[in-house]
């Protein structure tokens, strides 16, 4: 099966598609990224990705080669030639091509590619079951809330969890977690949302930043502030947001299960408002 990909203005098969050795994405991790989740053939929350890939690019000092209703034309263009109804569509911009040098080239044209990705998300068995995570020691850079594409200790940090016969890890710096590998992490204790607060530290995720809406418009009560390893391993409950996961219940950390070790009922909630909610709000 062969995708049409974009690549920096065109639609290819993905056999033809490709970019510059040079490029500074390929050379230095020089490039941002974003995953929108598609279903029934629509996008969730296109604005809230357009707007942190803007702000991932501001912090990088890169140009961004496409507006906001330009960059959803694509995107919807590419839905609608891979005939994707339910999955994700991936974007990088990298500061394009140039001769290796760390400073940054001047006047290098920033290299865009999405592709789609076809995904079962809203019916994902996961989501009965809970999944179980590790803890590892978050030992990323200091610029979290970039979305770039460095992505080797993540990368790292699930095959640490595949060997352990866990199904993800979370992060932990000073004893307090800081995210999972491609996810925000929560806890919920009596009835309470305890969740990181926003920094330089973690990712501001998208769906977290919905999830978040919703409970606070079910009366569910929130706490934005760092919590410990132990912390989470005494909670009542945990769960885990991002956009291919949506709202995913954690129910074992480490040799730990929360709770009575299957999912609880706010993640169970929760997940069922983001999912009508997203869906009708979709573009
Ligand atoms: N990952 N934290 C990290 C480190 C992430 O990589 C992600 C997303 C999130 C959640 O962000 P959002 O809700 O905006 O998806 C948090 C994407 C899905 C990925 O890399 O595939």
Redesign the pocket.
């Known amino acids: 099966m062969s995708r049409i990909v974009y690549v920096n203005g065109a639609y290819l098969p993905e056999e033809e598609a490709c970019v510059s050795v040079f490029d500074r994405g390929f050379l230095m991790a020089d490039g941002v990224?974003?995953?929108t989740?598609v279903l029934d053939g629509r996008l969730i929350?296109f604005d809230?990705?357009a707007r942190?890939l803007q702000r991932s690019l501001d912090a990088l000092e890169m140009a961004n080669p496409l507006g906001r209703d330009e960059l959803l034309e694509i995107h919807r263009e590419l839905v609608r030639r891979n005939g994707l109804d339910e999955g994700?569509v991936?974007l990088q911009v990298t500061r394009g091509a140039a001769d290796r040098d760390f400073v940054y080239p001047e006047g290098a044209r920033p290299t865009v590619v999405l592709f789609t990705q076809a995904k079962a998300l809203s019916d994902n068995p996961a989501a009965a079951t809970g999944i179980s995570v590790i803890s590892i020691p978050d030992i990323?850079w200091g610029r979290?809330d970039i979305?770039t594409v460095q992505?080797l200790y993540?990368s790292m940090g699930k095959m640490m969890a595949r060997q352990a016969g866990a199904d993800d890890a979370w992060?932990v710096e000073d004893g307090y977690v800081t995210?999972?590998?491609?996810?925000?992490a929560h806890i919920v204790k009596d009835g309470r949302i305890v969740t990181r607060h926003l920094g330089n530290d973690?990712?501001?995720?998208?769906?977290?930043?919905?999830v978040l809406r919703f409970a606070a418009d079910n009366a569910v009560e929130i706490e934005e502030r760092p919590f410990t390893l132990d912390e989470a391993k005494a909670a009542d409950e945990a769960f885990?947001?991002?956009?291919?996961?949506f709202v995913m219940p954690v129910v074992r950390i480490d040799d730990t299960p929360l709770g009575d070790g299957r999912p609880g009922p706010v993640a169970g909630r929760l997940r069922a408002i983001y999912l009508a909610e997203m869906r009708r709000a979709a573009v």
Do not use: F, Q, W
């Not at 885990?240 to 996961?245: F, L, N, R």
């Open positions: 990224y974003e995953v989740s929350d809230g990705h942190r994700m991936y990323r979290r979305k992505l993540p992060m995210e999972g590998t491609s996810n925000n973690i990712l501001h995720g998208i769906t977290r930043a919905a885990i947001t991002s956009a291919s996961a």
